[in-house]
C-alpha cells in the first residue's frame, strides 16, 4: 500500500518558509480572496475507476431520450480535449461556492482530466440530462437543507441513467441496494423498483445523507460511507490511528472508494467549467413539462401509448420504475409521470385507457395468485445480489431454491427463481396476436400508405458502422419510411441497444 503523505500548503502572510517549498502551483490572488485548498503528494498509482464509468454506458448513450446532434449548427461533434494548468484547476474549484470542501491535488487532477478527455463523451450526455434531472435533486436537497452540490452524485453514481444497474446489484440514479433501498422506504419487487424511480429515489437518497451526516459530522467521510458503507469507512479511520480527516484515512478505505471523493470533486469542477474544455450539452428530447397522475387500476403501458397516441419509449423514460410495462395501481394508488399536455388527456380519457386491451394485455392476473417459476441463466459476471435485485428476492431464498452452499455462481448455470409478481406473467403467453392502436380503419390505410412497412427480404441495403451517441432511432431517422422497429428487424435484432463500432444494416437509399 502507498504511502500518503499529507500536506498544507498554508497562505498566512508570514509564513515564507512553507511558500518557498513549491512555487510551482501558487496562484497570485486579490487581497482578501480566500486561496484554494491545496493537498500535496497524495500518491495512487494505480487508481481504482468505478464501475459506474463504464456501468450501462452504451445504454445511455442508446438511450432514446439522449440525441446526438451531428449537425455542426446543432452540435460541433467531437473536439480535442484541453486540460489546463494545477493552478488553474486549483483556482477554479476555490471560486465555488460549496458547503463541501473542494481540496485540490494530484488524485483530483486526474479524475478532473478523465471527465475532459477520456469520458468526455458522456460528460456531454449528462450535460444534457442537467435541465432535466438537477431541479429534482435541488429541490429535495433544499427542502431536506442539505449542500446542493450533493445533485452530483448521481453523475459519478450512474452517469444520471435512472435504470443503470451494477454487478453488485445496487440500481438507480443514486445506486441503492436491495437492502438500504427498502430500509428508507423504497418498494422492490418483480414489478416494481422504486431505486429506478427519480422522484422516490432522491427522498430515500437524501434521508440516508442526512443520517450519515449525523453519524459523521463531515461530508467528506459521508461521500465516502455512501458509496462503501459506514462500516468500512470506521475500519478505516481504526486502521489510520483514529483520523477523521479524509485524506488521512484514504489509504485504508477499500480500493474502489479512494477516487470516490476525488471524482465528486471533479464531477463538481467539470460541470461548472466545461465551457473551458470544449464540452458541450448534447440536447435531450425528454419534456421539461410534466405533471404526475395517479391510478387506482392496474394498467399497462401499451394502454396509455395507443389511447394517447405517444411514444411507450417516452413512457419507459419517464417512469422508468415500472420493471414489467405495468402500473399495478389495483394494490394501491400509483403514480404515472406523463408531459403535461398528455397528463390533462390521460384524466379525460381514463375511462377508454383502462378498457383498452384490458382482457389482453392484462390477461392471466388473478386475485388468488400464486408465485411464478422463473429460469435464469446466470451471465458472464453476474452476481447472486445483482439477481436478487433484478427479480426482487432475497440472495438467502436463491440459495434455498437451488441447494446453493455460497454466492458463487458459474457462468451458464441456470438458477430457479419464484418471484410474487401481483399476478401477471412475467413470460409472456403464446400464440398471442398484438391488436393496433385505437384507430379509424380509413386513418389505418392513409398511414400505411403514406408509410408503408417495409419487406425486409427484398430490401437492398449497406452496412453501417454504428458512432458514439447512435441509437435505433436516430439512425431511423435518416431513412424516411422506417422505424427504429423496422430497422431492428432489417439485423434481426430484438435489443434495442446497439455498440460503437457495431456494424449493423441500414437500407440503400
Not at 487581497?31 to 500535496?40: G, H, K, R
Not at 394502454?303 to 402500473?327: H, S, T
Not at 383498452?356 to 445480489?385: F, M, Q, S, W, Y
Not at 430497422?487 to 437500407?507: A, F, R, T, W
Request: glycine share 6%; proline share 7%; hydrophobic share 35%.
Amino acid at each position: 500500500m502507498n504511502k500518503t503523505i499529507v500536506s498544507l500548503c498554508m497562505w498566512a502572510s508570514g509564513i515564507s518558509g512553507i511558500l518557498a517549498q513549491d512555487t510551482s502551483r501558487l496562484i497570485t490572488l486579490p487581497d482578501n480572496e480566500e486561496p484554494p485548498v491545496i493537498i500535496e503528494n497524495i500518491e495512487d498509482e494505480n487508481l481504482f475507476i468505478p464501475e459506474s464509468w463504464d456501468m450501462d454506458l452504451d445504454s445511455l448513450m442508446n438511450a432514446w431520450h439522449v440525441q446526438y446532434y451531428v449537425d455542426k449548427n446543432a452540435h460541433p461533434g467531437y473536439r480535442d480535449a484541453v486540460t489546463a494548468s494545477d493552478s488553474v484547476y486549483a483556482e477554479r474549484l476555490s471560486k465555488l461556492n460549496n458547503i463541501i470542501a473542494l481540496p485540490y491535488n494530484d488524485v483530483v487532477r486526474r479524475c478532473i482530466n478523465l471527465y475532459v478527455d477520456r469520458r468526455r463523451t458522456i460528460v456531454e450526455y449528462m450535460l444534457g440530462l442537467e435541465n432535466f434531472y438537477f431541479p429534482l435533486f435541488e429541490q429535495a436537497l433544499d427542502t431536506h437543507r442539505l449542500p446542493l452540490e450533493l445533485k452530483y452524485l448521481p453523475v459519478i453514481e450512474s452517469a444520471l441513467n435512472p435504470t443503470a444497474f451494477s454487478r453488485a446489484g445496487a440500481s438507480g440514479l443514486w445506486q441503492f441496494m436491495i437492502g438500504t433501498g427498502k430500509q428508507y422506504g423504497l418498494e422492490v419487487n418483480s414489478l416494481i423498483d422504486e431505486r429506478c424511480d427519480p422522484v422516490k429515489s432522491t427522498q430515500a437518497a437524501c434521508a440516508y445523507l442526512k443520517d450519515l451526516y449525523g453519524i459523521y459530522g463531515d461530508w467528506s467521510l459521508v461521500l465516502a460511507a455512501y458509496n462503501c458503507g459506514p462500516g468500512n469507512v470506521n475500519k478505516a479511520i481504526r486502521r489510520s490511528g483514529g483520523s477523521t480527516d479524509y485524506w488521512k484515512i484514504y489509504p485504508y478505505l477499500p480500493r474502489e472508494t479512494r477516487l470516490y471523493v476525488p471524482l465528486f470533486i471533479a464531477a463538481n469542477y467539470v460541470m461548472h467549467y466545461y465551457a473551458h474544455h470544449q464540452l458541450y450539452p448534447v440536447p435531450t428530447v425528454l419534456p421539461m413539462a410534466t405533471d404526475t397522475v395517479m391510478v387506482n387500476q392496474a394498467i399497462h403501458f401499451d394502454q396509455i401509448a395507443e389511447v394517447l397516441n405517444m411514444e411507450k419509449d417516452l413512457l419507459r423514460a419517464l417512469n422508468p420504475q415500472y420493471k414489467r410495462e405495468i402500473i399495478p395501481g389495483n394494490s394501491q394508488p400509483r403514480a404515472i409521470r406523463l408531459p403535461a399536455l398528455q397528463a390533462y388527456a390521460f384524466v379525460e380519457k381514463e375511462n377508454t385507457i383502462i378498457n383498452h386491451r384490458k382482457d389482453e394485455l392484462l390477461a392471466g392476473r388473478t386475485e388468488n395468485h400464486h408465485p411464478e417459476k422463473i429460469v435464469h441463466k446466470v451471465l458472464k459476471g453476474e452476481t447472486i445480489r445483482a439477481i436478487s435485485g433484478k427479480y426482487g428476492v432475497s440472495t438467502a431464498n436463491i440459495r434455498k431454491w437451488n441447494k446453493l452452499k455460497s454466492n458463487r455462481l458459474a457462468t451458464g448455470r441456470r438458477l430457479t427463481i419464484y418471484v410474487d409478481n401481483g399476478g401477471y406473467a412475467l413470460t409472456p403467453s403464446p400464440n398471442k396476436t398484438p391488436s393496433p392502436p385505437i384507430a379509424s380503419a380509413e386513418k389505418a390505410v392513409k398511414q400505411e400508405v403514406k408509410n408503408p412497412v417495409p419487406d425486409n427480404s427484398t430490401v437492398e441495403y449497406n452496412r453501417y458502422k454504428v458512432k458514439p451517441g447512435d441509437s435505433f432511432y436516430s439512425i431511423s431517422k435518416h431513412y424516411p419510411g422506417y422505424s427504429p422497429t423496422d430497422i431492428m428487424k432489417l439485423n434481426n435484432i430484438k435489443s434495442s441497444k446497439l455498440k460503437i463500432g457495431q456494424y449493423i444494416k441500414v437500407p440503400k437509399v
